[in-house]
């Protein structure tokens, strides 16, 4: 019974236990009180049923709004609803390099010092200059305080990861509020921008990024699918939305965050990011 429960709106509960209190009532009032004990449990079912009814119908509808088809050009895909978020998990590797740093580019520094410990042979830093190795064309060189691709403010750079089965470079430009990103491509050393966390596909050929800044306003919000093709990231789909953290299921179906910001009622000027729901995406090929 109390699993059953459990399961139901609370209208429906409500209605259900009011009923058995009224089946009771009617096996052991009188004539008069049965009547309306009888009358009460008519009005309770009809209850249940328009409860039953109208929650089936949203959980239809939510459903809907995910469970399509999409054509992007040539790139097609499919997004449902995903019934288990538990297995999305983000992994932060540095994270014992990084927890005695509250700023942001002072753990991308932190990280980079590691990085460039590790892979001597790759990458260097003369002052000012962040030099990466390219193996097919001249290295790449960032100076702290160049401009960024998108806006006029100058920033400074840092090298924070490096995926050495994929073979890109993750560096980081900072402002003074809010940021860039950009993979780096070690064979041709192509720059792509992009918007937030990658995530590789088990074979490389796709990259997920994926971010959300719901609160502050100085990140974007929006999930990226891009494909290597030759030597090259492509961009096959850009959804503006609030994603998070991605989990692989195989080469061509990934699960993801999709997060909502709600209100505090009960305590003024606060809010909390909520994860919400996870959207399984499928690429059609």
């Given at each position: 019974?109390?699993?059953?429960?459990?399961?139901?709106?609370?209208?429906?509960?409500?209605?259900?236990?009011?009923?058995?209190?009224?089946?009771?009532?009617i096996v052991t009032w009188n004539k008069h009180e049965k009547l309306r004990a009888f009358l009460f449990l008519i009005l309770l079912i009809c209850a249940f049923i328009l409860g039953r009814y109208f929650f089936e119908d949203s959980k239809s509808k939510e459903s809907s709004l995910v469970n399509v088809i999409n054509n992007n050009g040539d790139f097609e895909y499919?997004?449902?609803?995903?019934?288990?978020?538990s297995s999305i998990e983000y992994i932060n590797k540095y994270k014992a390099i990084t927890a005695d740093f509250d700023n942001f580019y002072e753990r991308d520094q932190a990280i980079e010092k590691h990085l460039l410990e590790k892979y001597s042979s790759l990458a260097k830093r003369d002052k000012i200059f962040l030099e990466?190795?390219?193996?097919?064309?001249?290295?790449?060189?960032?100076?702290?305080?160049?401009?960024?691709?998108?806006?006029?403010?100058?920033?400074?750079?840092?090298?924070?990861?490096?995926?050495?089965?994929?073979?890109f470079y993750l560096v980081?430009?900072?402002?003074?509020?809010?940021?860039?990103?950009y993979l780096i491509n070690?064979?041709?050393g192509q720059k792509k921008q992009i918007c937030g966390t990658p995530y590789f596909s088990p074979t490389?050929?796709?990259?997920?990024?994926?971010?959300?800044?719901?609160?502050?306003?100085?990140?974007?919000?929006?999930?990226?699918?891009?494909?290597?093709?030759?030597?090259?990231?492509?961009?096959?789909?850009?959804?503006?939305?609030?994603?998070?953290?991605?989990?692989?299921?195989?080469?061509?179906t990934f699960v993801v965050?999709?997060?909502?910001?709600?209100?505090?009622?009960?305590?003024?000027?606060s809010d909390?990011?909520?994860?919400?729901?996870?959207?399984?995406?499928?690429?059609?090929?």
């Open positions: 019974m109390i699993i059953l429960i459990t399961r139901m709106t609370y209208i429906e509960s409500i209605s259900l236990i009011a009923a058995i209190i009224a089946i009771i009532s499919t997004v449902t609803l995903a019934e288990d978020i990466l190795e390219i193996d097919y064309q001249n290295n790449r060189v960032f100076r702290d305080g160049d401009v960024s691709d998108y806006t006029t403010e100058g920033g400074s750079f840092s090298l924070v990861d490096y995926f050495e089965k994929e073979r980081s430009q900072a402002f003074y509020e809010g940021g860039s990103e070690r064979e041709n490389g050929r796709y990259v997920i990024t994926t971010n959300y800044d719901l609160s502050g306003g100085y990140g974007c919000n929006e999930l990226c699918i891009m494909e290597k093709v030759g030597n090259i990231l492509e961009e096959k789909l850009v959804v503006q939305d609030s994603y998070g953290n991605v989990k692989w299921e195989d080469e061509t965050e999709k997060v909502d910001l709600y209100y505090d009622d009960e305590n003024d000027n909390y990011v909520h994860k919400v729901v996870a959207h399984r995406f499928e690429i059609v090929e």
